[in-house]
């Protein structure tokens, strides 16, 4: 979100461009003290926007591309203020520097993720575009001695409608670089909006199709190699030995790098890398967690919610509430790590120099990748560069530089520069995984099967702990609690805990939908075993306790008036329902699931209705929904990473499903009206659809499934 302290000279400065163009420099939300100060003192600013004399505007982009559609919705806010065609912007990524781009809601690293870009964007870009439209009105109407007020932008000209006259924004550049900054300019108001608000085709389109759009994996430097690696399947294990004869000899492979826990074939091209390396006879030394189960991390997490933990949120008291409750329910739920399994796999490519490094990545934390590359090269900052490229899904994974640090550790050993390609398992087996988390939630009824007593505790690995440390604070952080406190619902007396307990040797990272992922599958599930409890209709019991949350209700009765929630189904079928509000968006929906006498679970079709505040191009809205309902749908069906001998069992897409295309429901997308600004859409699909399959699953089978992924085995019928 905007900070409210803001103020039009804390975020803009104007100034002349090389060439006599108009430049302006936003130091945007994402902005830090350090670096507000330098855009004011007329040091490199945070982001330009850049007006050349042929009239092209050129936007520096903060903001990565992962396909969420940043890369046309931002632009759309650009353009809309400074009263241009979409087709006249055109972007540069950012470099990497945190002092000018780093995001304050993500601790000052400079990062695409939490579902911030049009949220972060939304105010000070559009602030920027009037800001730039004002001050081109004003040079026309300098240089034609008229009233500003008769003088009006519209597409890239100045018109003066009285005397008919017209002028390019491009031929005005160098005046407006020189008109003082206007103290204050109105923004557009939403009934004037041209493109917000209307569906715009993605930028980004024309190229992915024609194959001339450039990822991570796409780069050929010249002279490249590629190079692939086995690293040890055990986490902390390292290498002790490898018999490289067979490898070498296969036709293409050039060289063998011996790393202390990997080992990589270096060959012309990706088929003789991994024949060379399918040829190497190694052995590992597993290290101290060669024997370790995934029944030893859940027993750990089951016991350690046994004692209390640091306080998330309290409100009321709910022990004495539920001293006199009518009726108590409670339960334990579960969820699996998870892995990200991205469709470009991972990647990075590096050229190691005496004198510098240079790197080509799709990162969601260009500076931290080039950080992490200067130090394990050994050069100082200013000699590395770093080449960010659109990036073929992150879903989290690419917010972690553990990738670029072991392409570089190969490349120092590679005259020239380096491919490193990570082959599905290696990928697989050695991602950085979703949490695995066990709840224990309570709750006690009234006379009239309402909740009047809720507590929630819950445990499992902290990201924000190592990823961000300074945020972490009182054994709690913002992201492991999000979508477990605060909830939309009216709560009298709430008590939730969060303790911290680290898996031994598998690290974690944020997966998409982070904290929420976990925690509205727990508390939409328990909502809908209340109502179960209490005898009443699902969409019902929740209508009765959202009436101070009146954006939430009208979602859910929306989705529900959509979904014809009451209408008989056929046996086998049921419908099931989630409410949420994460990211800033609220959202409900609903699933039409069918369970076979065999198990089988088909989600047929699924409702979704959101709020999510001002939509500024509802095309990218419905594709970010749809996608995320097929991720979120995946996992809840499939998605699980396990341990055995300390080794993740799961391989590649035969052993970690994704969900296939004959698979896929309908996907309905309903987009309330709204003049609040604009919520996060990248995320909050994932999170609302899981439990609302599992609440489906129980209406159609009358079988309440607390743990992740679904147990086909425990629906099946008796024969």
């Not at 890398?273 to 995934?294: T, V």
Request: net charge neutral; with cysteine; proline share 7%.
């Amino acid at each position: 979100m905007i900070p409210d302290h803001l103020t039009r000279r804390g975020f803009l400065q104007a100034g002349a461009a090389a060439g006599g163009g108009l430049m302006l420099s936003l130091s945007l939300p994402f902005a830090n003290g350090e670096a507000e100060a330098a855009g004011a003192d007329g040091f490199a600013p945070n982001a330009f926007i850049r007006i050349a004399d042929d009239g092209q505007i050129v936007l520096t982009m903060p903001y990565v591309e992962m396909g969420q559609g940043s890369y046309t919705a931002i632009p759309m806010l650009i353009a809309e203020e400074l009263e241009v065609d979409l087709k006249q912007v055109r972007l540069e990524h950012a470099p990497p520097d945190e002092k000018l781009y780093g995001n304050p809601s993500l601790g000052g690293v400079q990062a695409t993720g939490g579902s911030n870009a049009i949220r972060g964007a939304w105010k000070p870009l559009r602030q920027a575009g009037a800001t730039a439209r004002t001050m081109l009105v004003s040079a026309a109407a300098k240089r034609w001695n008229v009233d500003p007020a008769s003088c009006r932008a519209q597409s890239g000209e100045v018109l003066h409608a009285p005397t008919g006259r017209s002028i390019k924004y491009g031929e005005l550049a160098a005046d407006a670089a020189r008109t003082p900054v206007p103290e204050s300019v109105a923004l557009k108001r939403p009934e004037d909006f041209r493109l917000i608000g209307t569906p715009a085709k993605r930028l980004d389109a024309p190229a992915k199709v024609d194959g001339t759009a450039v990822y991570g994996i796409d780069v050929r430097p010249p002279g490249v190699k590629i190079a692939t690696l086995a690293q040890s399947p055990v986490f902390g294990g390292r290498l002790r030995s490898v018999d490289d004869t067979a490898a070498k000899a296969v036709k293409g492979v050039r060289q063998i790098v011996r790393l202390d826990d990997a080992v990589a074939v270096v060959a012309d091209h990706m088929g003789a890398a991994k024949k060379g390396l399918a040829a190497l006879n190694i052995e590992w030394d597993d290290g101290p967690h060669a024997k370790l189960n995934s029944e030893e991390i859940v027993a750990e997490l089951e016991k350690a919610t046994l004692n209390s933990g640091p306080v998330a949120q309290h409100i009321g008291n709910s022990d004495e509430a539920m001293a006199s409750v009518v009726t108590k329910v409670e339960t334990t739920y579960q969820v699996p790590f998870l892995a990200h399994a991205t469709m470009e796999p991972m990647n990075c490519t590096v050229h190691v120099r005496t004198d510098g490094c240079e790197v080509w990545v799709g990162s969601q934390v260009v500076a931290r990748a080039q950080a992490a590359a200067a130090k394990t090269a050994g050069l100082p900052l200013d000699k590395v560069v770093v080449h960010n490229h659109l990036i073929g899904g992150g879903f989290g994974r690419r917010l972690e530089i553990d990738g670029v640090i072991r392409a570089v550790q190969i490349a120092q050993h590679v005259d020239g520069p380096v491919k490193v390609v990570w082959t599905r398992e290696e990928d697989i087996q050695h991602d950085m995984y979703r949490p695995y988390f066990f709840d224990r939630i309570s709750a006690g009824l009234d006379e009239k099967g309402m909740p009047v007593a809720w507590n929630h505790r819950f445990a499992g690995s902290s990201i924000i702990a190592r990823w961000l440390p300074p945020v972490f604070k009182n054994g709690l952080d913002p992201d492991t609690t999000n979508g477990a406190i605060n909830l939309v619902y009216a709560l009298p007396n709430m008590h939730v805990e969060y303790l911290r307990v680290e898996p031994p040797g598998i690290p974690t990272a944020f997966w998409r939908s982070v904290g929420p992922s976990h925690n509205v599958f727990v508390t939409e599930s328990f909502i809908d075993e209340l109502a179960a409890a209490a005898r009443q209709d699902p969409v019902a019991y929740r209508r009765a306790l959202l009436d101070k949350s009146p954006r939430a209700k009208a979602v859910l009765e929306l989705a529900a008036e959509k979904a014809s929630w009451g209408q008989p189904l056929p046996k086998g079928i049921g419908r099931g329902v989630s409410v949420q509000f994460a990211f800033a968006t609220y959202m409900a929906q609903v699933a039409e699931v069918e369970v076979s006498k065999d198990g089988t679970v088909r989600v047929r079709r699924v409702v979704c209705a959101v709020d999510c505040g001002t939509v500024v191009n509802p095309d990218t809205v419905q594709a970010q929904i749809q996608s995320a309902i097929i991720f979120g749908i995946t996992a809840a069906l499939y998605g699980e990473i396990t341990l055995k001998d300390g080794r993740v069992e799961q391989t590649n897409f035969d052993t970690y499903q994704v969900l296939r295309m004959n698979e896929a429901p309908a996907i309905e997308v309903h987009i309330a009206q709204s003049s609040e600004p604009p919520g996060g859409m990248g995320e909050p699909g994932t999170s609302a659809i899981v439990p609302a399959v599992t609440n489906a699953i129980f209406a159609a089978t009358g079988k309440r499934l607390r743990k992740l992924p679904i147990d086909t085995t425990a629906l099946r019928q008796p024969a």
